[in-house]
């Protein structure tokens, strides 16, 4: 599986930004698909993650009510829709996939097994 991200950009504080991860699939709906980020000198963190159905979402208390984790499985794609964006949203966006049977926990990276290469957000005060 390959998952290729896009939407990163510059974008000011306050703003609004969302984010594409195209699958190259033809089983989508059978990955459960997370939102993960990584900012300069800092680790990777869970950002958000959604079932195959769309029907279970998790957030990041961080990003909780401002960002918002949906797919298109006719698409192969996954979103993250982001909304009052703060200086602090400023990292590299990496999407990853992992079978939807794992029981693992959804917030853990090392349970994904297929990761992007990542787009950068910047934004700016």
């Known amino acids: 599986v390959q998952l290729v991200e896009s939407g990163g950009t510059l974008v000011q504080a306050g703003g609004s930004l969302r984010l594409s991860c195209v699958a190259s699939t033809g089983t989508f709906a059978n990955y459960y698909m997370g939102w993960f980020r990584q900012a300069p000198g800092k680790e990777r963190e869970f950002a958000a993650a959604i079932n195959w159905s769309g029907a279970i979402k998790d957030y990041s208390d961080s990003v909780k009510g401002r960002f918002t984790i949906f797919r298109d499985n006719a698409k192969n794609t996954v979103y993250l829709q982001m909304t009052s964006l703060n200086v602090e949203d400023t990292a590299v966006y990496y999407c990853?996939?992992?079978?939807?049977?794992?029981?693992?926990?959804?917030?853990?990276?090392?349970?994904?097994?297929?990761w992007g290469q990542g787009t950068q957000v910047t934004v700016s005060s």
């Open positions: 990853a996939a992992r079978g939807s049977l794992s029981r693992s926990s959804v917030r853990d990276g090392r349970t994904y097994n297929y």
